[in-house]
Protein backbone atom coordinates (compact mmCIF):
# COMPACT_ATOMS: atom_id res chain seq x y z
CA UNK A 1 0.00 0.00 0.00
CA UNK A 2 0.74 3.63 -0.65
CA UNK A 3 -0.19 6.80 -1.37
CA UNK A 4 -0.86 9.95 -3.70
CA UNK A 5 -2.36 13.23 -2.76
CA UNK A 6 -3.85 15.48 -5.56
CA UNK A 7 -6.72 17.81 -6.00
CA UNK A 8 -8.79 14.84 -5.91
CA UNK A 9 -8.60 13.82 -2.51
CA UNK A 10 -5.74 11.00 -0.81
CA UNK A 11 -5.62 8.13 -3.03
CA UNK A 12 -4.63 5.42 -1.50
CA UNK A 13 -2.98 2.38 -3.94
CA UNK A 14 -2.28 -1.27 -3.12
CA UNK A 15 -0.55 -4.03 -4.97
CA UNK A 16 -0.91 -7.85 -4.84
CA UNK A 17 1.15 -10.46 -5.90
CA UNK A 18 -1.26 -12.53 -7.48
CA UNK A 19 -1.35 -9.42 -9.98
CA UNK A 20 2.31 -8.78 -10.85
CA UNK A 21 2.20 -5.98 -8.11
CA UNK A 22 0.52 -3.24 -10.60
CA UNK A 23 -1.03 -0.61 -8.75
CA UNK A 24 -4.70 0.01 -8.38
CA UNK A 25 -6.69 2.27 -6.42
CA UNK A 26 -8.73 1.15 -3.30
CA UNK A 27 -10.22 4.39 -2.68
CA UNK A 28 -9.94 8.04 -2.87
CA UNK A 29 -10.62 9.87 0.63
CA UNK A 30 -12.23 14.04 0.39
CA UNK A 31 -14.55 15.85 2.43
CA UNK A 32 -17.05 16.80 -0.75
CA UNK A 33 -17.44 20.50 1.37
CA UNK A 34 -14.27 21.51 1.73
CA UNK A 35 -12.25 22.99 -1.56
CA UNK A 36 -8.41 22.08 -1.56
CA UNK A 37 -5.46 22.58 -4.36
CA UNK A 38 -4.36 19.37 -2.50
CA UNK A 39 -5.30 16.20 -0.10
CA UNK A 40 -2.27 15.28 2.53
CA UNK A 41 -2.29 13.05 4.83
CA UNK A 42 -1.03 9.90 6.42
CA UNK A 43 -1.66 6.08 7.11
CA UNK A 44 -0.57 2.96 8.27
CA UNK A 45 -1.32 -0.58 7.57
CA UNK A 46 -3.54 -2.40 10.57
CA UNK A 47 -2.97 -6.22 9.39
CA UNK A 48 -2.87 -7.20 4.97
CA UNK A 49 -6.70 -5.72 4.74
CA UNK A 50 -7.51 -2.46 6.38
CA UNK A 51 -5.54 0.75 6.81
CA UNK A 52 -6.01 3.60 9.64
CA UNK A 53 -5.88 7.08 7.59
CA UNK A 54 -5.67 11.17 8.23
CA UNK A 55 -6.33 13.19 5.89
CA UNK A 56 -7.17 16.90 5.21
CA UNK A 57 -6.95 19.73 2.86
CA UNK A 58 -3.02 20.69 2.61
CA UNK A 59 -4.07 24.22 3.84
CA UNK A 60 -4.96 22.59 7.27
CA UNK A 61 -1.37 23.00 7.91
CA UNK A 62 -1.22 26.60 8.00
CA UNK A 63 -3.77 27.02 11.10
CA UNK A 64 -2.26 25.14 14.40
CA UNK A 65 -4.88 23.69 15.95
CA UNK A 66 -6.58 22.30 12.45
CA UNK A 67 -3.02 21.11 12.32
CA UNK A 68 -2.95 19.50 15.99
CA UNK A 69 -5.96 18.00 15.92
CA UNK A 70 -8.48 18.53 12.87
CA UNK A 71 -7.61 16.16 10.06
CA UNK A 72 -10.73 13.42 9.32
CA UNK A 73 -9.95 9.75 9.85
CA UNK A 74 -11.07 7.09 8.68
CA UNK A 75 -10.16 2.89 8.44
CA UNK A 76 -10.31 1.35 4.59
CA UNK A 77 -10.64 -2.18 4.27
CA UNK A 78 -8.17 -2.35 1.02
CA UNK A 79 -9.49 -5.38 -0.19
CA UNK A 80 -12.69 -3.92 -1.23
CA UNK A 81 -12.14 -0.09 -0.86
CA UNK A 82 -14.57 0.71 1.23
CA UNK A 83 -14.13 3.48 3.86
CA UNK A 84 -15.54 4.06 7.42
CA UNK A 85 -15.32 7.33 8.77
CA UNK A 86 -14.66 7.88 12.41
CA UNK A 87 -16.06 10.60 14.12
CA UNK A 88 -13.22 11.88 15.50
CA UNK A 89 -10.57 14.28 14.46
CA UNK A 90 -6.47 14.23 14.45
CA UNK A 91 -3.08 15.19 14.04
CA UNK A 92 -1.40 15.44 10.56
CA UNK A 93 1.56 15.22 12.41
CA UNK A 94 4.07 12.61 11.03
CA UNK A 95 3.41 9.76 13.00
CA UNK A 96 -0.43 10.07 13.16
CA UNK A 97 -1.67 7.62 12.98
CA UNK A 98 0.62 4.69 14.12
CA UNK A 99 -0.67 1.03 14.09
CA UNK A 100 0.42 -2.35 15.87
CA UNK A 101 -0.42 -5.37 13.07
CA UNK A 102 -0.07 -8.06 15.82
CA UNK A 103 -3.14 -6.36 17.74
CA UNK A 104 -4.99 -4.68 14.59
CA UNK A 105 -5.48 -1.89 16.07
CA UNK A 106 -4.44 1.81 15.28
CA UNK A 107 -3.92 4.65 17.71
CA UNK A 108 -5.27 8.16 16.54
CA UNK A 109 -3.94 11.31 18.48
CA UNK A 110 -4.90 14.95 19.06
CA UNK A 111 -3.09 17.34 20.54
CA UNK A 112 -4.84 19.95 22.79
CA UNK A 113 -3.69 22.58 24.59
CA UNK A 114 -1.46 21.07 27.41
CA UNK A 115 -3.30 17.35 26.98
CA UNK A 116 -3.47 14.72 24.05
CA UNK A 117 -5.88 12.54 23.04
CA UNK A 118 -5.13 9.21 22.19
CA UNK A 119 -8.32 6.89 20.27
CA UNK A 120 -7.17 3.32 19.88
CA UNK A 121 -9.87 1.42 16.79
CA UNK A 122 -9.80 -1.87 15.87
CA UNK A 123 -10.03 -3.25 11.73
CA UNK A 124 -14.22 -2.69 12.10
CA UNK A 125 -13.52 0.70 13.16
CA UNK A 126 -14.36 0.22 16.46
CA UNK A 127 -13.18 2.50 19.34
CA UNK A 128 -10.90 0.18 22.09
CA UNK A 129 -9.84 3.10 24.10
CA UNK A 130 -10.30 6.92 24.32
CA UNK A 131 -7.60 8.34 26.51
CA UNK A 132 -6.87 12.10 27.49
CA UNK A 133 -3.31 12.05 28.82
CA UNK A 134 -1.91 14.89 30.36
CA UNK A 135 1.04 16.65 28.42
CA UNK A 136 1.90 16.38 24.84
CA UNK A 137 3.02 12.46 23.75
CA UNK A 138 3.65 11.77 20.59
CA UNK A 139 4.41 8.61 18.20
CA UNK A 140 2.38 6.64 20.26
CA UNK A 141 1.75 3.33 19.76
CA UNK A 142 -1.23 0.94 20.80
CA UNK A 143 -0.93 -2.00 22.79
CA UNK A 144 -2.73 -4.46 24.45
CA UNK A 145 -3.76 -2.27 27.58
CA UNK A 146 -2.69 0.75 26.55
CA UNK A 147 -0.23 3.04 24.29
CA UNK A 148 3.36 3.50 24.62
CA UNK A 149 4.53 7.12 23.01
CA UNK A 150 7.05 9.61 23.70
CA UNK A 151 6.57 12.86 26.07
CA UNK A 152 9.40 14.95 26.29
CA UNK A 153 13.02 12.89 26.53
CA UNK A 154 10.91 9.90 27.83
CA UNK A 155 9.38 6.69 26.64
CA UNK A 156 6.00 6.40 28.58
CA UNK A 157 3.42 3.92 28.84
CA UNK A 158 -0.20 5.43 28.93
CA UNK A 159 -3.20 3.17 30.53
CA UNK A 160 -6.30 3.35 29.31
CA UNK A 161 -7.22 5.88 32.00
CA UNK A 162 -4.58 8.15 31.03
CA UNK A 163 -2.27 8.02 33.48
CA UNK A 164 1.10 8.05 31.70
CA UNK A 165 4.02 5.58 33.46
CA UNK A 166 7.69 6.41 32.63
CA UNK A 167 9.69 3.24 31.12
CA UNK A 168 13.02 5.16 29.84
CA UNK A 169 14.58 8.47 29.97
CA UNK A 170 16.79 9.46 26.50
CA UNK A 171 19.08 12.40 25.90
CA UNK A 172 16.64 13.36 23.15
CA UNK A 173 13.35 12.75 22.17
CA UNK A 174 12.48 9.04 22.05
CA UNK A 175 10.53 7.78 18.49
CA UNK A 176 8.49 5.14 19.93
CA UNK A 177 7.38 4.08 16.40
CA UNK A 178 11.19 2.79 15.34
CA UNK A 179 12.01 1.96 19.29
CA UNK A 180 9.01 -1.17 18.78
CA UNK A 181 9.45 -1.91 15.23
CA UNK A 182 13.76 -2.45 16.37
CA UNK A 183 13.93 -4.24 19.33
Request: with cysteine.
Amino acid sequence: MTTVADSDGFHLLVADSKNGYAWKTATVLSEPQLPADTWIGNSCVMDDHHAAVVYAPRTFTNKPDLMMGGAFTAIVNLDDGSVTKLPLTASLAYFDPTCNPTTHTAVFTALRDTKTRLVTVDTKATTVADTTAEGEITSAVPTKDGVIGAAGNQLVHVDRKGKATKLAATKHAPRARRLLRHP
